[in-house]
């Protein structure tokens, strides 16, 4: 704290009034801290230890947040040894007006509301007192008349600019140093929110969906050199159907199902709805009753955004994506945010991602960018920005034509500038048909009559289709057909793939 | 406490929610008096324990209406 509570607390001049107080919302907001740790958080944005007017409550606030931000549990056993350790304990009236303020809050969930209600009484009792002190320079006289008209508006400013927040100040002698956990080593923390970012197409979804399949069972996930507990996810998917695309992806990748959960919506008054960032203590709440879950992946974020934000704007999306980053370190969960690339041309990833530099990418501790290089049409996941350790090497993954989804392993020359080159070119008509044609040639020879007549209704012509064949460097065969006329069709294939032509 | 009740009662999830954080709490109270000496007596547990129970049982209605 930057002041004691009883400076803070002093009583204005004109004493002989009780200072306005309504001790109905200080008791509900602590109440509701006693009982729930989200109405902790919710009370922290909105008032302070010296905004109650109860000495005894700001001690009981002042001890449950600063048991909150240590990570400890606080309900009224460790509260409750916590003011007994600093001496507080009668002051406030012992344990059982701990267990009455939790048995008589009306609703956690409107712990904000009640913590507002103290910090307007708060402020207004400020108010009061700087009146006090102005009326004082008053009655001293005119001299430094200027002087005085200056400090009576700072004072009043400092009322509009003041309230809420308690300062919690720790030297460093007293933080222990902490390891990150890592949910897939050196590239995806726990406790963290990590962005998987790439052009559409590039298997993002599907990544995820391997990524929790691996974790399902256990696996070494690739770059790891030992298996683990299995550890569960929940899939927050805003475009792929449950039961139809993620389910088949995940016995494709021998997912252990009953480890891999699907967030279907939130149901409200109406029915039915989208997950918003505002649901995320719904979701914290969720995730403290099933401790195997260590993946949330939201897919793609934007959805989560859409419609409530202009995401170009860092405060909206800042203010958006913090519910989730918070849930994330107070669960120790890892959050996955998969989001397209921008299409504006930038040099370096990390300015590509999302509407907002500062909103998406400066939230995430990792970035992984996903990808395909130009030239065969190699897919990986690269590292393009890592807060919490240095740079993971690329891991290069596989999609067959069949949907199948295999990790090929560490790829060191497929890095997130490599990748990004790639999918420049996307954003041109060449680009795309050149990222279409790999993908189509992808799995093997393909027919050229087939490719040009797939590539017509994706609205590439044939020059166009000719154009990128030369660019990657493709290859064709043609073979006549026993008892038949002619030269016989021509297949189209990648430059790695001679030995799978047609003889 | 009128002026303090929830804002948004029709809310069926925040209701459950509310109903959850409240049975959680009022067990933990329950327990941790069987357990430990230096906390609440048992009479004080069990009277907070039924008022959260009997504040939960008020959000199952609200969640059910």
Sequence with gaps: ????????????????????????????????????????????????????????????????????????????????????????????????????????????????????????YATVRRLVGVAGEIAEMGYDGPDDLAGKLDRARDMLAALRSGGGGALVIRTFVDIEAEQVDWLWQGRIPRGMVTIAAG????????????????????????????????????????????????????????????????????????????????DARHLERELERRPDVGLVVVDPVGSLLAGKLDTSRDNEVRGALLPLVDMARRTNTA???????????????????????????????????????????????AHAKCNVGPESPSVEYIIDEAGRFMWKGVADDLGAETLLAAGERHHTKL????????????????????????????????????????????????????????????????????????? | MATLQPEDSTDRSAALDEVACRLEAAARMLAYVLIFDDFVDLETAASAAIRLIERAQHFVRLAAA
């Design chain 1, 335 to 381: 959050v996955v945010a998969v989001m397209h690339l921008r299409k504006e041309d930038a040099q370096r990833v990390i300015y590509r991602v999302g509407g907002s530099v500062g909103g998406f990418v400066g939230l995430a501790r990792s970035v992984l960018l996903l990808g395909r290089e130009q030239q065969f049409g190699r897919r990986a996941l």
């Design chain 1, 199 to 278: 052009d559409p197409g590039v298997g993002k979804s599907f990544v995820m969906v391997a990524l929790s399949a691996g974790l399902s069972v256990g696996a070494a996930l690739p770059g790891e050199d030992r298996s683990r507990q299995p550890t569960g996810s929940l899939l927050v998917s805003y475009e792929d159907a449950a039961g139809v695309t993620l389910k088949q992806r995940l016995a494709a990748c021998g997912a252990d199902e009953r480890m891999v959960h699907n967030l279907d919506g939130v149901v409200d008054g109406v029915g039915l709805r989208p997950f918003r960032p505002d």
């Design chain 1, 431 to 503: 680009g795309a048909a050149v990222a279409w044609l790999l993908d189509r040639l992808d799995a093997g020879p393909v027919l050229r009559s087939q490719v040009v007549a797939d590539g017509d209704e994706h609205g590439f012509s044939f020059a166009t289709l000719r154009r990128a064949y030369d660019e990657i460097g493709a290859d064709s065969v043609q073979h006549g057909v026993p008892g038949k006329l002619g030269k016989g069709p021509s297949y189209w294939f990648l430059p790695d793939q001679l030995a799978q032509a047609p003889k």
């Design chain 1, 1 to 120: 704290m930057t002041r004691s509570l009883d400076d803070a607390r002093r009583r204005p001049a004109n004493a002989e009034r009780v200072p306005p107080h309504n001790l109905d919302a200080e008791t509900a907001v602590l109440g509701a801290m006693l009982v729930t740790p989200a109405a902790i958080a919710a009370a922290l944005d909105v008032v302070a230890a010296d905004d109650f007017y109860r000495p005894a409550h700001g001690h009981i606030f002042e001890t449950v947040t600063s048991l909150y931000l240590k990570g400890e549990a606080t309900d009224g056993l460790t509260v409750t040894d916590q003011l007994r350790r600093r001496g507080l304990l009668e002051t406030v009236g012992g344990a059982s007006v701990l267990t009455d303020l939790a048995a008589d809050t009306p609703a956690t969930g409107s712990a904000a509301r009640y913590g507002r209600i103290v910090a307007e």
